[in-house]
């Protein structure tokens, strides 16, 4: 892993990489990923993650902004609080390009619902941040970056081009978000080296089932599931 290998084995990254590697590897074994990655994953279902991934991203950014204002100096607020603004003006400027791309109107995507795991996730990450001291709160947002990092490098790799997927698999394989995930681990690192060894056992507990929810997103995507009733 370009990203994954660049930290010492004694940080709490390079634990919590190791320990969670076998989802992180069925994540990108998915059959998803596979479809993004050879051009042949259909609309119905690119369209299902986007606009979930939309309705994600808010309550992502709700979390960055609860880790900026937890921050433990100046440059975590800043750092976090400039994530949030990323992840709701940038991103979402990014998924409105694929909604005009795709055929997703406002009016759609207005009147969807959050999907069962998307629902769960973002509540997971809300509840997280309120609840959860700093370096907890940073375990639970790293795996949203590190693993779109790394899955976006991997489908860079063996992507068939061109792609009708081509702006995603740039967007998240390129050096700009990769250098942003850097900040990240290296901030969640710093947090952990002083954490107590409950807290960091709590850390340990929220990358795990960030990167769990990870890839039952991806999952419910390919599924396309909605609410059995």
């Known amino acids: 892993m370009s990203d994954a290998t660049s930290f010492s084995a004694s940080t709490f990254s390079a634990h919590a990489w190791g320990r969670n590697l076998p989802t992180y590897e069925a994540i990108r ?51 976090f609080a400039e994530a949030a603004k990323v992840a709701v003006v940038v991103e979402r ?24 795991v998307c629902h769960h996730y973002s509540n997971f990450l809300i509840a997280t941040a309120y609840a959860e001291p700093y370096p907890v709160v940073l375990a639970a947002l790293l795996p949203c970056f590190w693993i779109y990092a790394e ?61 769990q929810l990870e890839w039952m997103f991806w999952d419910s995507a390919w599924r396309l599931a909605d609410w059995p009733v």
């Open 29 to 79: 074994a998915m059959p998803f990923n596979d479809a993004l990655a050879d051009g042949t994953l259909s609309l119905e279902r690119f369209r299902h993650y986007m606009v979930q991934d939309a309705h994600y991203l808010i309550a992502f950014g709700r979390g960055l902004a609860i880790a900026a204002a937890k921050a433990d100096d100046p440059d975590g607020l800043v750092q």
């Open 93 to 116: 400027s990014l998924h409105a390009d694929f909604f005009e791309t795709f055929g997703i109107g406002p009016e759609e995507f207005s009147r969807t619902e959050m999907s069962p």
């Open 151 to 211: 899955i976006g490098r991997d489908i860079l790799g063996r992507a068939a081009r061109p792609n009708p997927y081509d702006a995603w698999i740039d967007t998240y394989a390129g050096e700009e978000f990769h250098e942003a995930v850097r900040a990240v681990i290296a901030t969640t690192d710093r947090a952990a080296s002083g954490a107590s060894p409950d807290v960091l056992a709590r850390m340990h507990v929220a990358y795990r089932r960030a990167t």
